[in-house]
Nanobody, 123 residues
Framework: QLQLVQSGGGLVQSGGSLRLSCAGS????????IAWFRQAPGQDREGLSC????????DYNHSGQGQFTVSRDIAKNTAYLQMDSLKPWDTAVYYC????????????????WGQGTQVTVSS
């Protein structure tokens, strides 16, 4: 059974940084892509970044280019989202999701999701 378990998140001041983790089980990251999404209250789920099974990454967050950096540790079967220069409007629930090999910013294309973690940025 494929499973993603998230950790990290919490409360941070404006301008601060956080790192989210997404640990996979039942599959390996060298055969699956891991994407990161966020969803603020009343808004659609938004794709942020994704790392493909070959280790290459793509950034979907064009409004904040370079603010989010995705990485992975194959040995730990864990993906990470480094978030820098956080602002209050980055407050949302953040999710990781997995699908075989390739990335897409469309959330319906992902079958396996983490439980979500709240990120709150105070002004």
């Amino acid at each position: 059974q494929l499973q993603l378990v998230q950790s990290g998140g919490g409360l941070v001041q404006s301008g601060g940084s956080l790192r989210l983790s997404c640990a996979g089980s039942g599959f390996t990251l060298d055969t699956y892509a891991i994407a990161w999404f966020r969803q603020a209250p009343g808004q659609d789920r938004e794709g942020l970044s994704c790392i493909r099974s070959d280790g290459s990454a793509i950034d979907y967050n064009h409004s904040g280019q370079g603010q989010f950096t995705v990485s992975r540790d194959i040995a730990k079967n864990t993906a990470y989202l480094q978030m820098d220069s956080l602002k209050p409007w980055d407050t949302a629930v953040y999710y990781c999701a997995a699908r075989p090999n390739f990335c897409t910013p469309r959330s319906p294309n992902y079958d396996t999701w983490g439980q979500g973690t709240q990120v709150t940025v105070s002004s």
